[in-house]
Every structure is written in structure tokens, then in C-alpha cells.
């Protein structure tokens, strides 16, 4: 059967490169999940499940600018440009009020939020488009939904194939490799299957969205680092331990050697 510790050492360097390549992309992309989603809530007093549930629920006392203001784009402005746009909404967002604050919007975010940016965002350089984002913020939309979670489901779930068809020729006990190798999609169908719940039943299954990334993280962990442990430490380990045996089977030979002839001579 082809193992890791048997694999050629071309085909280890390839492997490894990958689970590495991988393993700092998921850090990556937890890095920005940190600074662009996390963070800006917790500076606004918001927990990881409040997050989760304003981002797929919303909040209705809420308007999706204060959301994003509040949230995604907290870093985008200062403290105080900020206030003076949340003070503004909450005191009707009227378009009389609109000169005083439409200088935030110009600086900090027409960059973005414009035609000419080619982007996919609502654009913020006029009150009529502004006065578009003051309504309940009810969450993501079903479109922006459906494409996020047909991305991450294509997309993980090819990762998960390479990885675990890597980790599957480990000389783990078989429990433990169809565990692993399974787990994953059970972890990926959790955490986006929760975000529709989140959205459409209770805002309580942001809990299990935390509870299906947390999962589907560990397993990559867990699938990269016995697969490199078994590529590498074990191999090395295991051809040192097999030098020492046949050092030893030759001294020993040689030792049994010299008595015959002593024996022999005697």
C-alpha cells in the first residue's frame, strides 16, 4: 500500500508545499475575517455572536449604513466622521441635514462606493443613493447569500478534496482517516447551512456557525499536520532508528565473527 513515509521524495516536496501553502491561506483569510469583521464589532461593543447574527439577521432597529458604519466599514472613517453620520440618521437623515455630512461620504468613501470604481457595491455619491441604504437593516440579502454560499461550497470543498486525498495515505488507524477525511464536509454543511438559519429561523444558530468554522479549521489542522508529521519526522525518525538496528546487526555479526575465528584458532 502507498504511504506517506514511502512516498518519493518529489512527491512528498509537492504535498508539503501544498498543506504549507494552504495552511498559511487559512490563516490569511482568518487574518482578514479578524480586522475586517471582528474587530470593527469588537470596538463597538459587539461579541463574535452578535457579529454573526447583525451580519446574516440584522438588526431592526438598525439601517444598513449605521450597520456598515458600525461594522465593515467602522475602519474606514474616523471615530468622530463616523458619529456625525450616526447622529445624522438618527435625526431622520433628512436632506437638509445631508451638506453637513455629505463631506465624510466624499472622503472616505466614493473611492469605493461609485460607478466608475467597477465595483459591486451601492454607490454613496448623491443623497438619493444614500437615502437607499436607510432602510431596516434586514441582513444579507438572498442574492448576496446564495452567491456567497455556492463559493465557499465549490470552493472548500475542493480544498478538502486535495488535502484529505494527501491525508488519506497516512498510516493512521483507518477510524481515524475516514473521520477526518468525512468530518470536514459535515463542518462545511454546518457552518453555511447555518447562515440561512441564522437568517431565516433564529439568530441563536450564529452559534453554530462559529461551531462549523471552529470544526472545519481543527480539521485542516489536523489533516496538514499529521500528513507533514508523517512525510517528514516519522520518515526521518524512522530511517535514523533503522540505521542504528543495522549498525547493530553488523556489530553484532562482526562480534560473532571474530569468536568463530577465535574458537576456530583456539
Known sequence: MISLRKLPIAFR?????FLI???LGYLTALSLLFLVDIEPHRQAGQSLVQDISQTYHGLPSNTRLEA???GPMATMASSADRTRVIN????????????AVAPVFQTHCITCHSP??????????????????????????????ARVSHIHLFGISLIFMFTGAIFAL?????????????FPYLTIIVDIGSWWLTKYLDPAFAYTVIIGGA????ALAAQVFISLWEMWIDTITGLRHLGRRERAHGEGQAGSGELGARARGG
Not at 470604481?117 to 448576496?144: F, H, W
Open 13 to 17: 516536496a509537492l504535498f508539503s508545499s
Open 21 to 23: 501553502l494552504i495552511g
Open 68 to 70: 456598515a458604519l458600525r
Open 88 to 99: 445624522w440618521i438618527h435625526a431622520g437623515a433628512s436632506s437638509e441635514g445631508y451638506a
Open 116 to 145: 466608475q470604481s467597477g465595483l459591486p457595491i451601492p454607490p454613496l455619491t448623491s443623497y438619493d443613493n444614500i437615502k437607499k441604504l436607510l432602510q431596516t437593516d434586514t441582513g444579507e440579502n438572498i442574492v448576496e447569500l
Open 170 to 182: 497516512s498510516e493512521t488507524p483507518v477510524w481515524l482517516r475516514v473521520g477526518l477525511v468525512v
Open 215 to 218: 470544526g472545519m479549521g481543527l
